[in-house]
């Protein structure tokens, strides 16, 4: 079935400082992929999505891209806050439209 | 657009006891709701699917007997964790899958409901 595997954190960053988070996966032709954000103590929210190869997600300085080539969709933000301290996910679809999840990555950025 | 909410956030509950919790999709209607279970420091994990008039179609290893789902209407479903056990305490996430999405389409996630039994 279709499934994602990204890198384990934690992922300790200072302020300003260039994140990337891996995401790789394997699937059944094309599904969409996501990217999730949960903050402490805080149910997930859509961080972005992309829907087809070569589809280059993004929102809030948060981008990534869509690549069959490698099967990655891999979390990048040029210079992160300390308010992007949360744990990610990456996800995308099984055959039953339900997610499935990454393990997760602690992210936390110092100031 | 395209909010969830979830009722109860927080419970605690003896040991014992069973716990309803309702998963409401706000503005717009769900066929398909589908309950996850994340303990702490990990990831979630799916339990059902919850479709709109019909049985919930659960995943290997999650007893039905236990976790009870209804999916009365378009806008609601409801877990009951009956007599529930420390073993039980968890974080318990909803989402909501719009009724005309195709596959892949976004899903919407409540809040979340920590259930805390002693």
């Known amino acids: 079935g279709n499934s994602v595997t990204q890198m384990e954190g934690p992922v300790t960053l200072s302020e300003e400082a260039f994140l990337t988070i891996n995401c790789t996966y394997t699937?059944?032709?094309?599904?969409?992929l996501f990217w999730y954000v949960q903050y402490p103590g805080e149910g997930l929210q859509l961080l972005l999505k992309?829907?087809?190869?070569?589809d280059k997600g993004s929102n809030k300085g948060f981008e990534a891209t869509y690549r069959k080539e490698t099967t990655s969709f891999h979390l990048e933000k040029g210079s992160v806050q300390v308010s992007d301290s949360a744990v990610y996910f990456c996800?995308?679809?099984?055959?039953?439209?339900?997610?499935?999840f990454g393990k997760g990555t602690s992210l936390l950025v110092t100031p | 657009g395209a909010v969830v909410s979830q009722h109860p956030s927080w419970v605690i509950c003896k040991s014992g006891t069973s716990v309803k919790i309702e998963c409401r999709s706000l503005d717009f209607q769900a066929t398909t709701m589908f309950w996850y279970r994340q303990f702490p420091k990990q990831s979630l994990m799916l339990m059902a699917t919850?479709?709109?008039?019909?049985?919930?179609?659960?995943e290997q290893g999650v007893e039905k007997d236990k976790f009870l789902i209804n999916h009365a209407s378009l806008t609601l479903s409801t877990l009951t964790v009956t007599s529930a056990h420390p073993e039980d305490s968890s974080f318990y996430i909803c989402?909501?899958?719009?009724?005309?999405?195709?596959?892949?389409?976004?899903?919407?996630f409540g809040p979340g409901t920590r259930l805390l039994v002693l």
């Open positions: 989402s909501a899958r719009p009724h005309s999405g195709r596959a892949g389409e976004t899903q919407y």
């Open positions: 996800a995308l679809p099984n055959s039953g439209y339900a997610l499935n």
């Open positions: 699937a059944t032709g094309y599904p969409s």
């Open positions: 992309a829907t087809k190869a070569d």
């Open positions: 919850s479709n709109e008039g019909s049985k919930a179609t659960y």
